[in-house]
Every structure is written in structure tokens, then in C-alpha cells.
């Protein structure tokens, strides 16, 4: 779990948790951007992948613009 707790052993452990599930996301958001380097390719197969890949990054964009302006204005 990464959830806050509210006890500082519990959320000690839930910190760890949490820095390791960021290194693992941090390391398929990379493979995934990989992957969009072969969106000039004339392979449909290819492409199909490439394209995913790149849609995909553009939708987690836009998600986490949403998450950061949606606590930007709760900061308010």
C-alpha cells in the first residue's frame, strides 16, 4: 500500500512502497517512449504499435495535467 496512514512506521513503509512503484512506472514510461520513435516507419505493424504507444503518452498527459491543476486549485 502507498496510502498516507498517519503513523510514522506505517507511513515510513508506505514512502518505500511508493518510491519504488514511481522507479517501476518510470522505467515502462520509458520503454513506452522507446517505442514512439518508430512512428516514421512504413511497417503498418509497426506503426500500429509506435502510434499506440505515443496515443497513449498524450492521454497520461493529459490525465496528469488534470491531477496537477484539479490540486492547484484546491490549494486556493
Known amino acids: 500500500s502507498i496510502e498516507p496512514y498517519g503513523s510514522s512506521q506505517i507511513d515510513k513503509e508506505r514512502l518505500e512502497n511508493l518510491e519504488t512503484l514511481l522507479e517501476v512506472i518510470d522505467k515502462y514510461i520509458k520503454e513506452i517512449k522507446e ?3 518508430y512512428r516514421n516507419r512504413y511497417e503498418y505493424s509497426i ?3 509506435a502510434n499506440r504507444a505515443y496515443d497513449w503518452l498524450v492521454e497520461l498527459r493529459d ?3 488534470d491531477i496537477v491543476r484539479e ?3 484546491k490549494e486556493e
Open 35 to 37: 517505442v514512439t520513435m
Open 71 to 73: 490540486n492547484e486549485r
Open 47 to 49: 506503426l500500429a504499435i
Open 63 to 65: 490525465y496528469t495535467d
